[in-house]
């Protein structure tokens, strides 16, 4: 349960948000209302997540996952992304390191003995990253917020970029409070000549049974002069793609959430459809599909958001980029990039045709 001093902390924190348009009574919100869902469905849901996993959801196999050290980092140019995994990109900018819902732990889950395990380990180790310049949050649940790798970061990182709350509960787990920044949609930081902005974003947060929506959650643009860059966190389809896309964009690249969805979660996460219709909003150019290929989080087979949003991209004549985990995208002349899932296992084409067929 609650202790007094969180529920002290909560009552200050509202105070703090009452500002923001986003905050009603004690929580965050989003503009669209939430579908009413009943008890039955929802716990339908969790059993069949916990108990009734359809098989293929996990690789069978190793990924392909293309091994990182410092000295590659440093002999980057700017400009360059490393995908690590889920939605943790690290991106060098002026010769500075930023890094994106950085998870490094096993699992993604409050207990590091059960929950959604990786499929990989990250390219490089926390121990062997050089020193961050920031880390740019999303929002607070457990496979974009990591509470031991934010531990280790605290002392190796100069700044942290949060939607509102997330900061203080960072600012809980001991981070510098002189080093956290924290925004409400559509406010933002310069920084090296870097333009950081959190952005809307439709989705949820919480990390127990009883902090639900204390945080705020938030998407992010990044400009570095002529470069743009969307990373779009976790969110459903909204109408505020197209704000984003007509206020701040257009985008060289968006990084863009596809994977871990299902027909039953439409309100907070995005069919790959979903995904390349909110690219176009955006205005974006080059699109990477990320939060897939690091965690079971669903109930699809771990290949099929890149099947596809590789299909969808191309009936669209939208450039896509699936770069391995490890491997160095230039953000400003991105490459296509290798279908490296399809060489894990042998997936044969019928089964795919067959698993499109139903979507």
């Known amino acids: 349960m609650p202790t007094s001093s969180s529920r002290l902390s909560r009552a200050a924190q509202a105070g703090k948000y009452q500002s923001s348009p986003q905050h009603r009574g004690d929580r965050f919100q989003n503009p669209a209302p939430?579908?009413?869902q009943r008890l039955g469905k929802t716990l339908h849901i969790i059993w069949n997540a916990l108990f009734n996993k359809p098989s293929g959801t996990m690789p069978s196999g190793p990924l392909p996952i293309q091994t990182l050290t410092r000295a590659q980092l440093d002999a980057a140019p700017d400009r360059s992304l490393f995908r690590l995994?889920?939605?943790?990109?690290?991106?060098?900018?002026?010769?500075?390191?930023?890094?994106?819902?950085?998870?490094?732990?096993?699992?993604?889950?409050?207990?590091?003995?059960?929950?959604?395990?990786?499929?990989?380990?990250?390219?490089?180790?926390?121990?062997?990253?050089?020193?961050?310049?920031?880390?740019?949050?999303?929002?607070d649940h457990y496979d974009h917020l990591d509470r031991q790798t934010i531990a280790y970061l605290a002392n190796t990182t100069?700044?942290?970029?949060?939607?509102?709350?997330?900061?203080?509960?960072?600012?809980?787990?001991?981070?510098?409070?002189?080093?956290?920044?924290?925004?409400?949609?559509?406010?933002?930081i310069e920084i090296d000549g870097l333009r950081f902005t959190a952005t809307p974003a439709q989705h949820f947060s919480g990390r127990t049974m009883f902090d639900g929506?204390?945080?705020?959650?938030?998407?992010?643009?990044?400009?570095?002069?002529?470069?743009?860059?969307?990373?779009?966190?976790?969110?459903?389809?909204?109408?505020?793609?197209?704000?984003?896309?007509?206020?701040?964009?257009?985008?060289?690249?968006?990084?863009?959430?596809?994977?871990?969805?299902?027909?039953?979660?439409?309100?907070v996460h995005m069919q790959p459809e979903q995904t390349v219709q909110a690219h176009i909003d955006l205005r974006g150019r080059w699109l990477m599909p990320v939060h897939n290929g690091t965690f079971d989080l669903a109930m699809h087979p771990w290949q099929e958001p890149f099947e596809r949003v590789v299909?969808?991209?191309?009936?669209?004549?939208?450039?896509?980029?699936?770069?391995?985990?490890?491997?160095?995208?230039?953000l400003a002349a991105p490459h296509t990039g290798e279908r490296w899932w399809r060489h894990t296992e042998a997936v044969s084409r019928a089964h795919w045709e067959s698993a499109l067929s139903l979507k």
């Open 311 to 330: 299909a969808l991209a191309a009936e669209h004549e939208i450039p896509l980029s699936t770069p391995r985990m490890g491997e160095r995208l230039d």
């Open 158 to 188: 100069d700044v942290f970029l949060t939607p509102l709350g997330v900061g203080d509960r960072l600012i809980e787990w001991g981070v510098d409070a002189a080093k956290v920044h924290q925004f409400d949609w559509w406010q933002g």
């Open 85 to 139: 995994g889920h939605s943790t990109m690290l991106i060098k900018l002026r010769g500075a390191y930023w890094l994106t819902d950085p998870v490094f732990a096993e699992r993604a889950s409050p207990f590091q003995w059960m929950g959604p395990k990786r499929f990989h380990q990250p390219p490089i180790a926390l121990h062997e990253l050089p020193p961050i310049r920031g880390v740019i949050l999303s929002h």
């Open 213 to 267: 929506n204390r945080t705020l959650w938030a998407s992010w643009v990044i400009v570095d002069d002529a470069l743009r860059v969307f990373f779009s966190g976790d969110t459903g389809y909204f109408d505020g793609f197209k704000a984003i896309g007509e206020r701040l964009g257009p985008f060289d690249i968006t990084l863009m959430e596809t994977g871990a969805y299902d027909a039953q979660w439409p309100y």
């Open 34 to 36: 939430r579908p009413a």
